[in-house]
């Protein structure tokens, strides 16, 4: 029985996503978007911290300027003025036409230790600075009730002469690290922790309930001296104030967010839910014989979809061509039982009837055709055995040596009168077969031909390999009277038969097909030469195994 096995056609064959990378990519998009969203927040967070840092940067060089403007009027064009007062020498900086400050604090950056109140100096302040500094105190009130920095300056010895606060004049920074580097001329910005206060802030407020400061510390420069430094500190805004503050943006964004999620789930539902119930038709109309259940699905996008339709498909198509053979060969059966059935039957009633007045030899000759009929239908029966085995078998890994194979089933049709010889057959050609499988074949087609050959018909056997392809053959050649051009296209049908009258059957092909299909292989009737018939079983070529060592 050859079962319909229809090519894929280019448009089945073309690339599909598989089902795992469906999942994976939703995934993937999942995983990415909440990266966005963690990475957003780090940035942000950086942003906020960076944003407080660059305004108090700005707020810090016009405080510098003006207390140095100030602090000009007080001494003059001297040349060194306030620098020459001070207890130690500082640096002389290099003449630079630029100095950027850039911000430079993230969330990340770890915070130094809470400061206490600084405690008043031991020292007093220098007499030029304290008086720029009162001048400038008034500014730097004003300044701190709309920016909420806390703005402190110093002189060259880190005595507090301006502030923002109504305490703090006189003190003493000195034991600031980012204070005393300020007034060597670099500048400095740092994070230090914040102590809680009582009374902190819920959300409408700013920021008072952060857990760091920002401290920014600006040298004033005069030249190439350092005159002083601006100290200015304030609580950034926390992420959770930011986002109330900002919070119709922010919903807007997560609309659109939750949008772009939504249209991946409808895009991956599309993906998956639609194929699957368009193989849910498909396996009703195959349950309803309709003509859709066998073609795959149109369009299943994902591939492991695509499969297991086009798997469906093939299912369908292999029960239907099957149920048409059992159908088919049902029919052939009934029709071959039937013959020497009616013969029986019929032999039988004629002897009911007449049997008292027919000669001896009319009796002998009616009991004769029931005998023959029945030895026809006990070989059917025992043939139609034969190929439920031939369907059923299981294949198991073998090999068959041919070269003594071939010269036994000579020796064994030779000693039953047939003219059989071995022609060529390459040295240590096996073929993946078993032996008892290959035997049976090549001896049934050797009986073929000395039964429809004629009378004195020679049988030839031989063997080749296809070149590249793995694949060996064994011919069994005849120089009979040939098939037919009309029975070639039948040959290979069950029941076909031309020496019915001598016994056979029409199964014995049709049972050797089955038993090579088992295996992989085939049984082919080659193109005429000449004389005769030639048929060649096809199955995968092997060298020689290696031998066995104890």
């Not at 703090?168 to 600031?176: I, K, Q, Y």
């Not at 639609?274 to 119930?277: E, I």
């Not at 029945?374 to 070989?379: C, F, G, I, Q, V």
């Not at 078993?434 to 090549?442: G, K, N, S």
């Given at each position: 029985?050859a079962?319909?096995?229809g090519?894929?056609s280019?448009?089945r064959?073309?690339?599909r996503?598989?089902?795992w990378?469906?999942f994976?990519a939703v995934?993937l998009g999942?995983?990415?978007l909440a990266?966005?969203g963690l990475?957003?927040?780090r940035?942000?967070?950086d942003?906020?911290?960076?944003?407080?840092?660059?305004?108090l940067i700005a707020?810090?060089?016009?405080?510098?300027?003006?207390?140095?403007?100030?602090l000009?009027q007080?001494?003059g064009?001297?040349p060194?003025?306030?620098?020459r007062?001070?207890?130690?020498?500082f640096?002389?900086l290099?003449?630079?036409?630029?100095?950027?400050?850039?911000p430079?604090l993230?969330?990340?950056?770890?915070?130094?230790?809470?400061v206490?109140?600084?405690?008043t100096?031991a020292?007093p302040?220098?007499?030029h600075?304290q008086?720029?500094?009162?001048?400038?105190?008034p500014?730097?009130?004003?300044?701190?009730?709309?920016t909420l920095?806390g703005i402190r300056?110093?002189?060259?010895?880190?005595?507090?002469v301006?502030s923002?606060?109504?305490a703090?004049?006189?003190?003493?920074?000195?034991?600031?690290e980012?204070v005393?580097?300020?007034?060597?001329?670099?500048?400095?910005?740092?994070l230090?922790r914040?102590?809680?206060?009582p009374?902190d802030?819920?959300?409408a407020?700013l920021?008072?309930d952060t857990?760091v400061?920002?401290?920014?510390?600006?040298?004033?420069?005069?030249?190439?001296r350092?005159w002083g430094?601006v100290?200015?500190?304030r609580t950034?805004?926390?992420?959770?104030k930011?986002?109330?503050?900002?919070?119709?943006?922010?919903?807007?964004?997560?609309?659109?967010?939750?949008?772009?999620?939504?249209?991946?789930?409808l895009?991956?539902a599309?993906l998956?839910v639609?194929?699957?119930?368009n193989?849910?038709?498909q396996?009703r109309?195959i349950?309803?014989?309709?003509?859709?259940?066998f073609e795959?699905?149109?369009h299943?996008?994902?591939?492991?979809l695509?499969e297991?339709?086009?798997s469906?498909?093939?299912?369908?198509?292999?029960?239907r061509?099957?149920n048409q053979?059992?159908?088919?060969?049902?029919?052939?059966v009934?029709?071959?039982?039937?013959t020497p059935?009616a013969?029986i039957?019929g032999?039988v009633e004629l002897l009911r009837d007449?049997?008292?007045r027919?000669t001896?030899?009319q009796r002998?000759?009616?009991?004769s055709?029931i005998?023959e009929d029945?030895?026809?239908?006990?070989?059917l029966?025992?043939?139609?055995?034969?190929?439920a085995?031939?369907?059923?078998?299981?294949a198991?890994p073998?090999?068959?040596e041919l070269?003594p194979l071939?010269?036994?089933?000579?020796?064994r049709?030779r000693?039953?009168?047939?003219?059989?010889?071995?022609?060529?057959v390459?040295?240590?050609l096996?073929?993946g077969l078993?032996?008892?499988?290959?035997?049976?074949?090549?001896w049934?087609?050797?009986?073929?031909?000395?039964?429809?050959?004629?009378?004195?018909?020679?049988?030839?056997?031989?063997?080749?390999?296809?070149?590249?392809?793995?694949r060996?053959?064994?011919?069994?050649?005849?120089d009979?009277?040939?098939i037919?051009?009309?029975?070639r296209?039948?040959?290979?049908?069950a029941f076909?038969?031309t020496?019915?009258?001598?016994?056979?059957?029409?199964?014995?092909?049709t049972?050797?097909q089955?038993?090579?299909r088992?295996?992989?292989a085939?049984?082919?009737?080659?193109?005429?030469?000449?004389?005769?018939?030639a048929?060649a079983v096809v199955a995968?070529?092997?060298?020689a195994?290696?031998?066995?060592?104890?």
């Open positions: 029985m079962l319909a096995t090519s894929r280019p448009e064959q073309r690339a996503p598989r089902l990378l469906v994976a995934g999942a995983l990415v990266l966005l990475a957003f927040v940035v942000y967070d942003q906020l911290i960076r944003q407080t840092e660059s305004e707020q810090g060089v016009v405080v510098a300027e003006v207390y140095r403007d100030l000009h007080q001494v064009t001297e060194y003025g306030l620098s007062m001070a207890p130690w020498p640096p002389e290099p003449e630079r036409p630029l100095r950027p400050i850039l430079s993230r969330s990340s950056d770890e915070a130094l230790p809470p206490e109140e600084p405690p100096s020292i302040a220098e007499p600075a008086r720029a500094g009162e001048r400038l105190s500014l730097l009130l004003l300044v701190a009730r709309s920095a300056v110093v002189d060259p010895q880190a005595v507090v301006a923002s606060g109504a703090g004049m006189g003190t003493s920074l000195a034991g600031r980012e005393l580097r300020a007034l060597r001329g670099e500048p400095r910005s740092v230090r914040r102590l809680s206060e009374g802030a819920p959300l407020s920021s008072r857990g400061r920002v401290t920014v510390v600006l040298p004033v420069l005069a030249g190439e350092v430094a100290v200015l500190s950034p805004m926390t992420l959770t930011a986002v109330y503050a900002d919070r119709w943006n922010l919903t807007a964004t997560g609309l659109v967010l939750l949008g772009v999620v939504a249209l991946m789930s895009a991956a599309a998956v639609r194929p699957v119930r193989l849910v038709r396996t109309a349950a309803a014989s309709e003509p859709s259940g795959p699905v149109a299943p996008v994902v591939r492991e695509a297991l339709s086009e469906l498909a093939g299912m369908a198509t292999a029960l061509d099957r053979y059992i159908r088919s060969f049902a029919a052939n009934s029709h071959e039982f039937k059935l013969s039957q032999a007449s049997a008292e027919m001896p030899e002998e000759r009616f009991l055709n005998d029945a030895r026809r239908l006990t070989r029966v025992q043939r139609l055995l034969e190929l085995r031939a369907d059923s078998l299981v198991r073998a090999r068959t070269a071939l010269e036994s089933l000579a020796e049709g000693a039953r009168g047939l003219t059989v010889e071995v022609g060529s390459p040295a240590g096996w073929l078993p032996p008892e499988v290959l035997e049976d074949i090549v049934q087609l050797i009986t073929n031909a000395s039964q429809h050959g004629g009378e004195g018909v020679r049988v030839r056997l031989e063997a080749d390999v296809a070149a590249g392809e793995g060996g053959r064994v011919v069994v050649r005849d009979g009277a040939g037919s051009e009309s029975n296209a039948r040959v290979f049908d076909f038969t020496a019915r009258d001598s016994g056979g059957t029409g199964l014995g092909l049972i050797a089955s038993m090579l088992a295996f992989g085939s049984l082919a009737l080659l193109p005429a030469e000449g004389r005769g018939a048929f995968e070529a092997s060298p195994p290696a031998p066995h060592r104890k």
